[in-house]
């Protein structure tokens, strides 16, 4: 069936550096995208979100960029701090989310001091 | 303070018997929705609710069920027919369907 997913399970960067974690996703009918944060024991919290009208969206520190030719999502995170440490899931959904979201399996991000 | 209060945090339930997690929203949002996660593993959809009174079965409804009385309130029950019910369970809600989905803080649900 389609789904969403990610292309590392575990991304370690160093303190400053930039982050790039990768989604892939296949329902070509996917029009609403979002990546949300989660911290060991807590519900996530939601980052960014995109549609597919657009390429490329900002936010402080964050930047999601979406191509939808290759069906891939994108999430930069800029000078990652310690507090960045987190599991990162983008999520789907297609039609204009009349159902709930499809959630990729999740990137884990390491901050390394 | 506004937001999705989950409870409780922890729960634990006994062979053959029913436990209700509660979801509570105060953000006057229309859907309500419920997840659940296992480890290592991202969120699978339950149920979910786009209006007071209605109410869909998502990718795993077998073995749970749902009530949406009042557009603050969508608790969960998992019954005895769920026989691998120990997971992080998620209620999540937006302000109508096709938007941003805000979460609890989950419960974690244990068999005993």
């Known amino acids: 069936g389609e789904s969403v997913g990610l292309h590392l399970p575990t991304l370690s960067v160093q303190e400053g550096d930039n982050s790039i974690i990768n989604c892939a996703y296949s329902n070509s009918a996917s029009d609403y995208f979002i990546w949300y944060k989660q911290e060991s024991g807590k519900g996530p919290q939601f980052i960014i979100d995109i549609r597919s009208n657009m390429d490329k969206r900002q936010g402080q520190r964050v930047t999601v960029l979406l191509n939808k030719t290759v069906k891939h999502l994108s999430l930069q995170i800029a000078a990652t701090q310690p507090g960045d440490s987190a599991v990162y899931f983008c999520a789907e959904t297609p039609g204009g989310g009349a159902d709930g979201l499809t959630f990729g399996k999740g990137t884990h991000l390491i901050i390394q001091p | 303070d506004g937001g999705i209060t989950q409870s409780p945090k922890y729960l634990f339930r006994k062979e053959g018997q029913n436990v209700t997690l509660s979801c509570e929203q105060n953000l006057n949002h229309d859907a309500m929705y419920w997840y659940r996660q296992d480890p290592g593993q991202g969120l699978r959809l339950i149920y979910y609710s786009q209006i007071v009174n209605d109410f869909q079965k998502g990718d795993i409804a077998e073995g749970y069920s749902v009530s949406r009385e009042k557009k603050e309130s969508f608790p969960l029950t998992v019954t005895s027919a769920q026989k691998n019910p120990t997971a992080f369970y998620l209620c999540?809600?937006?302000?109508?369907?096709?938007?941003?989905?805000?979460f609890g803080a989950g419960t974690r649900l244990s068999v005993l």
């Open positions: 999540a809600s937006s302000i109508s369907q096709g938007n941003i989905q805000y």
